[in-house]
């Protein structure tokens, strides 16, 4: 197994973290990695997804995934694959730290191919950092947008 983590903090509650992270529909315009989600954020559901992994010239690689947990604000985990082969677990844990939110964002992989592969998948943890920093600036931007009255 090879397990791949990172660590953030945005200066932001949870919910509104959560509120970024599970909108599939709007992640081309702010997620460097996961370049496309289609599908229902609900756990059981299989989402369509394209990843652009760092150093391939652009490349982008799509499969399916399986979200296996869906607990808002908290957590976000979804699994693709082959298992046996080269499967993954990648997972967003959020939890409430003073004003803001503790970001823990990782995968973790199986499967022969990850013994070849190790090398290369820890090349991800840049890209996996890059997400988060993305997150927490769109978040950020959300966060400083006026909010618009209702009216009655």
């Known amino acids: 197994m090879f ?9 932001a509650p949870p919910d509104a973290v959560w509120a ?4 599939f529909a709007r992640y081309p315009t702010w997620n460097p990695l996961m370049v496309e989600a289609r599908g229902r954020v609900e756990r059981g559901a299989h989402v369509k997804m394209k990843v ?4 391939r010239l652009g490349r982008v690689y799509g499969f399916t ?4 947990r869906v607990e808002p604000p908290r957590a ?3 699994t693709g694959g082959i298992p046996g082969l080269m499967h993954g677990r990648h997972y ?3 939890s409430q730290e003073g004003t803001g939110t503790r970001l823990v964002h990782g995968e973790d992989f199986s499967g022969v191919v990850t ?3 190790g090398r290369q ?4 943890q840049s890209s996996y950092e890059a997400l988060n920093r993305a997150l927490a600036e769109r978040v950020m931007a959300e966060q400083a947008k006026p909010s618009v009255p209702a009216f009655h």
């Open 76 to 78: 976000l985990e979804w």
């Open 121 to 124: 998948l820890k090349t991800l």
């Open 115 to 117: 013994w070849v592969a």
């Open 20 to 23: 970024v992270l599970g909108d």
């Open 65 to 68: 995934a399986t979200m296996s």
């Open 92 to 94: 967003f844990l959020l």
């Open 52 to 55: 652009r992994p760092p150093g």
């Open 3 to 11: 397990r791949l983590r990172t660590e953030a903090f945005i200066d």
